[in-house]
């Protein structure tokens, strides 16, 4: 499956642009990736079902001395999260 990925600052007006199904193809996962909030993202797969999403890198460093990995946890959907729900409990996920 495609990906397209995207880079703007999320909104409701975003989010229902990329939720219609007349605005995006139906083949294609899309990724929108927040200017707002570093490592926050809505993914769109194939049945308009969207998806809240923050990327992190835990500070600090393993047992062995490296850098921790990059983190993806997933917030919620977009039925059950607005775009600021799932912003503000992003920021607190970060942060943890």
Avoid: C
Avoid at 14 to 23: D, E, G, I
Avoid at 40 to 65: C, E, H, M, Y
Wanted: charged share 30%; aromatic share 8%.
């Amino acid at each position: 499956m495609p990906t397209l990925t995207d880079k703007t600052k999320i909104t409701r007006n975003t989010l229902r642009k990329h939720l219609s199904a007349s605005q995006r193809d139906k083949y294609t996962k899309q990724i929108i990736r927040d200017t707002e909030l570093p490592g926050f993202s809505l993914t769109v797969n194939q049945g308009a079902i969207g998806s809240w999403w923050v990327q992190f890198r835990p500070k600090g460093k393993t047992p062995d001395g490296k850098r921790w990995s990059y983190r993806s946890v997933k917030v919620g959907d977009t039925k059950t999260h607005s775009v600021d729900e799932a912003r503000d409990e992003a920021k607190v996920m970060r942060a943890a």
